[in-house]
């Protein structure tokens, strides 16, 4: 159990730790660039953001298959995996990195208007970006194996380390000079740093002499059957979490889309927390599901999700009471009075959503990953169809609306991990049923 609770703490630090630095640092960085240069700062972070989401879209994969041949013995594979998948990354990362690279001159002229200074600026932020994004896609190679060996601080200990003090250098570098492409440029020599430290640490657990590339068959094969849906999942997960942003601001204008970003910022801890927090889940379930009946799996996993129950009834319980309050003091009376229609509807997608971990993180484990990524991007569509459908009706209304719709398709995840325990269960008992019969023969 101590190890449980370690691993959920440090799931929720490396969740929290990088955003809470941020709404520290970016005051400073706004009032020592100015609006246009903290503009293009934040577009570039978003890239490396996007990016790498996309070019670590295997990361899942990883983890279940070294958690799983971990639990049936097989010492092997571990390092087989890691180094399939620091190829698949690198392949991934270097032709999205080659792709925002070609791109960063169209982006940059739009983003900065009619000034060819910030133009020039922008265009090298950008590129540093598409370098960062895929140091950060083999970064995720590293953490993704730690976790399937159950240790999260490890890992998660230097990532916290190397992006804290990135943020620390970039607000401190602001006093002294207003060149964003130094930011990012000092940003991506402490991430290289940062994903140094995380090779050591990963040679010296896997007992390895080398990580480079290898594309071994076995271990591509067991990769690529799960993670083409993993990767699938992460860039829908991408495309969705921007659409509802996207539609309003088009049907509704720009104070509809402060109103609405803010309402779901502020909610959004709700899956967030859950989602980190009970992230150790996946890898522990993966490594028993190989040696373990389903019976005995039932018990952490109803344990699991009573944590996820209680966790989301009393989070969404303080902002269905005081979201409104809060979102007053925090973004002005303007904000929180268009924010008021919607409030309660999207504190209860948030909370479905949460809802959603426990049964999510099981069916990977299961390698039913498959049926995850099938309910998340049916769900997104619908979403998408009733915000195209809504919004011209109901407008800012329609839009949470649809949102509440993705939540509750999310939901039904739990059918099909009920169906697969239930299923063992009678399997089980029928062979149990049939021995006294086989004695007797």
Same mark, same amino acid.
């Given at each position: 159990m101590k190890t449980h609770l370690s691993n959920a703490v440090y799931g929720v630090l490396d969740y929290g730790a990088y955003p809470i630095g941020m709404l520290i640092v970016a005051p400073?960085?706004?009032?020592?660039?100015?609006?246009?240069?903290?503009?293009?700062?934040?577009?570039?972070? /978003?890239?490396?953001?996007?990016?790498?989401?996309?070019?670590?879209?295997?990361?899942d994969a990883n983890i279940q298959h070294v958690a799983s041949r971990r639990g049936a013995g097989d010492r092997n594979a571990p390092l087989r995996a890691v180094r399939a998948l620091m190829g698949i990354n690198l392949?991934?990362?270097?032709?999205?990195?080659?792709?925002?690279?070609?791109? !960063?001159p169209i982006v940059a002229a739009h983003v900065a208007g009619s000034s060819a200074t910030l133009e020039h600026t922008c265009l090298w932020s950008l590129r540093i970006a598409c370098v960062? $994004?895929?140091?950060? /896609?083999?970064?995720?190679?590293c953490v993704s194996t730690q976790r399937a060996f159950e240790r999260y601080g490890a890992a998660v200990r230097i990532s916290i380390v190397a992006r804290l003090l990135a943020l620390a250098a970039v607000a401190g570098l602001t006093w002294m000079s207003q060149s964003v492409v130094a930011l990012m440029g000092v940003t991506c020599l402490l991430t290289l740093a940062g994903l140094g430290l995380q090779l050591i640490r990963l040679k010296q657990l896997l007992g390895a002499n080398s990580l480079m590339p290898a594309f071994d068959r076995g271990a591509m094969h067991a990769l690529m059957s799960f993670g083409a849906f993993s990767w699938l999942q992460a860039v829908s997960g991408v495309i969705f979490s921007q659409v509802d942003r996207l539609t309003l601001g088009v049907?509704?204008?720009? /104070? &509809?889309? &402060?109103?609405? &970003?803010?309402?779901a910022q502020m909610t959004q801890p709700i899956f967030g927390f859950a989602s980190s927090g009970l992230h150790f889940l996946f890898p522990y379930l993966s490594n028993r599901s190989a040696s373990? !009946?389903? /019976?005995? $799996?039932?018990?952490?996993?109803?344990?699991?999700?009573?944590?996820?129950?209680?966790?989301?009834a009393a989070s969404s319980g303080v902002?269905?009471?005081?979201?409104?309050? $809060?979102?007053?003091?925090?973004a002005g009376a303007e904000i929180a009075r268009n924010a008021a229609p919607i409030m309660s509807v999207i504190v209860w997608s948030a909370a479905l959503l949460g809802l959603n971990v426990t049964a999510t993180y099981a069916l990977m484990a299961l390698g039913r990953?498959?049926?995850?990524?099938?309910?998340?991007?049916? !769900?997104?569509?619908v979403m998408l169809v009733l915000m195209l459908y809504l919004t011209p009706r109901f407008g800012i209304e329609g839009i949470a609306l649809a949102r509440l719709s993705y939540a509750l398709i999310s939901l039904f995840l739990y059918i099909p991990l009920l169906t697969h325990f239930l299923g063992k269960s009678a399997a089980h008992e029928h062979l149990r049923a049939l021995e006294p019969v086989k004695e007797q023969m």
């Amino acid at each position: 159990m101590k190890t449980h609770l370690s691993n959920a703490v440090y799931g929720v630090l490396d969740y929290g730790a990088y955003p809470i630095g941020m709404l520290i640092v970016a005051p400073v960085v706004l009032h020592n660039l100015g609006v246009d240069r903290f503009g293009i700062w934040t577009v570039a972070n /978003a890239v490396v953001s996007t990016g790498s989401i996309i070019a670590a879209g295997f990361g899942d994969a990883n983890i279940q298959h070294v958690a799983s041949r971990r639990g049936a013995g097989d010492r092997n594979a571990p390092l087989r995996a890691v180094r399939a998948l620091m190829g698949i990354n690198l392949i991934l990362s270097v032709a999205i990195a080659v792709l925002g690279w070609v791109l !960063s001159p169209i982006v940059a002229a739009h983003v900065a208007g009619s000034s060819a200074t910030l133009e020039h600026t922008c265009l090298w932020s950008l590129r540093i970006a598409c370098v960062m $994004l895929a140091v950060r /896609a083999m970064e995720s190679v590293c953490v993704s194996t730690q976790r399937a060996f159950e240790r999260y601080g490890a890992a998660v200990r230097i990532s916290i380390v190397a992006r804290l003090l990135a943020l620390a250098a970039v607000a401190g570098l602001t006093w002294m000079s207003q060149s964003v492409v130094a930011l990012m440029g000092v940003t991506c020599l402490l991430t290289l740093a940062g994903l140094g430290l995380q090779l050591i640490r990963l040679k010296q657990l896997l007992g390895a002499n080398s990580l480079m590339p290898a594309f071994d068959r076995g271990a591509m094969h067991a990769l690529m059957s799960f993670g083409a849906f993993s990767w699938l999942q992460a860039v829908s997960g991408v495309i969705f979490s921007q659409v509802d942003r996207l539609t309003l601001g088009v049907s509704l204008g720009a /104070a &509809a889309v &402060a109103a609405y &970003a803010l309402c779901a910022q502020m909610t959004q801890p709700i899956f967030g927390f859950a989602s980190s927090g009970l992230h150790f889940l996946f890898p522990y379930l993966s490594n028993r599901s190989a040696s373990m !009946s389903s /019976a005995a $799996l039932r018990r952490p996993l109803l344990i699991a999700f009573a944590f996820n129950l209680a966790f989301v009834a009393a989070s969404s319980g303080v902002l269905l009471l005081f979201g409104n309050r $809060l979102l007053r003091a925090w973004a002005g009376a303007e904000i929180a009075r268009n924010a008021a229609p919607i409030m309660s509807v999207i504190v209860w997608s948030a909370a479905l959503l949460g809802l959603n971990v426990t049964a999510t993180y099981a069916l990977m484990a299961l390698g039913r990953i498959r049926i995850v990524a099938g309910f998340n991007i049916a !769900s997104g569509v619908v979403m998408l169809v009733l915000m195209l459908y809504l919004t011209p009706r109901f407008g800012i209304e329609g839009i949470a609306l649809a949102r509440l719709s993705y939540a509750l398709i999310s939901l039904f995840l739990y059918i099909p991990l009920l169906t697969h325990f239930l299923g063992k269960s009678a399997a089980h008992e029928h062979l149990r049923a049939l021995e006294p019969v086989k004695e007797q023969m």
